[in-house]
């Protein structure tokens, strides 16, 4: 556990080395890159440290073998809460399920997780905008699970649960909104 340790920096040990020697799925860098940058958005909008943990960690439970009692046992409740919001279930299940399941759930989900989710889904879409440049549109989206039609509907979709409820003014969700409309002219 994190005892009188800076939160964050602990969130940024643990999670380099519980994502060691993973790489991105689009990119070929190592996937905490992603995880960090996630923190860093969220830390420059103002978040307090159990969400920019949380957006540190929240790759944690979906891509290693630490669970969701790791992450209380080390962090608290509330950063675990955060991280379950923002992951998805069962691996095994069909990548549209998932994707439903985001979708549903992350409606009436705190801000705190919902800020998460949007950084995360920002980064990827950033991600996804640099191959498309770099590669072009049909190497890119055929290297993803699912062709454009359907990465539109899972972004565009999870952004519109993001701003449920909350203002859709706050600096992240506006940010979501730009990339969607730079990588899908939304």
């Not at 380099?16 to 020697?21: R, S």
């Not at 103002?46 to 009692?69: K, N, Q, R, W």
């Amino acid at each position: 556990m994190y005892r009188g340790k800076d939160k964050i920096e602990y969130a940024i040990y643990f999670a380099t080395k519980a994502h060691k020697n993973q790489k991105r799925k689009v990119e070929d860098v190592n996937m905490i890159f992603h995880p960090f940058t996630v923190g860093m958005i969220l830390q420059r909008n103002g978040c307090d440290e159990d969400i920019v943990a949380a957006g540190i960690l929240h790759d944690v439970v979906e891509d290693t073998p630490y669970s969701f009692d790791d992450i209380e046992k080390e962090f608290g409740k509330k950063v675990r809460d955060y991280v379950y919001d923002a992951s998805e279930p069962d691996k095994s299940l069909e990548w549209e399920d998932r994707k439903k399941h985001t979708i549903e759930h992350i409606k009436d989900a705190p801000l705190g997780s919902k800020l998460i989710v949007a950084c995360d889904k920002i980064t990827n879409l950033e991600s996804i905008s640099d191959c498309i440049e770099l590669y072009g549109e049909e190497k890119e989206y055929g290297s993803l699970k699912r062709g454009k039609d359907k990465q539109k509907w899972y972004y565009t979709s999870v952004y519109e649960s993001c701003i449920n409820g909350v203002d859709e003014n706050h600096p992240i969700f506006k940010r979501y909104r730009d990339v969607l409309e730079m990588v899908f002219n939304y």
